[in-house]
């Protein structure tokens, strides 16, 4: 299993980013994804999920309404749109996979990709 | 929505038993995943469903969920399990969100 995250950088406060997560090793399709995130010095904290299919999608209250996750099947990939960002965003954001398709803990992480809302 | 609370710093000296508490209502009711992660790194599972270790985790860590806090248990702490240490759940109460402790920084003295 391998999950490569791509798409950080620094960004005004106000604008737009979208990440990107290239899935390989296992049948994605099967399986929810997740993105998680670390701001520096803090602990992690979850953003949001999608279904095998797309179709559901679930969000932290801090991002509802601001960031949108997708995912294209057919090219193992799934994204993070975040609009509206704020300097409290700026995180190390990790796409990540459960043991399981349906639940379980967190057990594949990408190795993180850095956002940063500055002026 | 769901709070768990873990204390921010831990200090064991090497071959004690360290214990990291995760305290959150009724967290006796939900299934408790531990992450390690040691700087500039990953987290790594390390206990989930409250007890189990998935392969290539030592016997040293084991998990406790049944009254009171969670607990994360190392027994005999070496100076390389030095690290933050996270508890997690999935709460269902309001949507569907995943929930993690704020991490707790164990420092083996």
Redesign the interface.
């Known amino acids: 299993v391998q999950l490569v995250e791509s798409g950080g950088g620094v960004v005004q406060p106000g604008r737009s980013l979208r990440l990107a997560c290239a899935a390989s090793g296992f049948s994605f399709t099967n399986y929810v994804m997740?993105w998680?995130r670390q701001a520096p010095g803090?602990?992690?904290?979850?953003v949001a999920?999608i279904s095998y299919d797309g179709r559901n999608t679930?969000y932290?209250?801090s991002v509802k309404g601001r960031f949108t996750i997708s995912r294209d099947n057919s090219e193992n990939f799934f994204y993070l749109q975040m609009d509206s960002l704020r300097p409290d965003d700026t995180a190390v954001y990790?796409c990540a996979r459960l043991?399981t398709p349906s639940?379980?803990?967190?057990?594949f992480?990408?190795?993180?990709t850095l956002v940063t809302v500055s002026s | 929505?769901y709070v768990l609370t873990q204390p921010p710093s831990l200090s064991v000296a090497p071959g004690q038993t360290a214990r990291i508490p995760c305290g959150g209502n009724n967290i006796a009711t939900k299934?408790v995943?531990w992450?390690q992660?040691k700087a500039g790194q990953?987290?790594v599972?390390v206990v989930?469903?409250n007890s189990d270790r998935?392969p290539g985790i030592p016997e040293r860590f084991s998990g406790s969920n049944s009254g009171g806090p969670a607990t994360l248990t190392i027994s005999r702490v070496e100076a390389g399990d030095e690290a933050?240490y996270?508890c997690?759940v999935?709460d269902n109460s309001n949507?569907?969100?995943?929930?993690?402790?704020?991490?707790t920084k164990l420092t083996v003295l």
């Open positions: 997740h998680v803090k602990g992690l904290a979850w999920l679930y932290a209250d990790y043991r639940g379980g803990p967190v057990l992480w990408g190795q993180g | 929505s299934s995943h992450y992660q990953a987290p599972l989930y469903d998935p933050d996270h997690q999935w949507g569907f969100q995943g929930v993690f402790g704020g991490g």
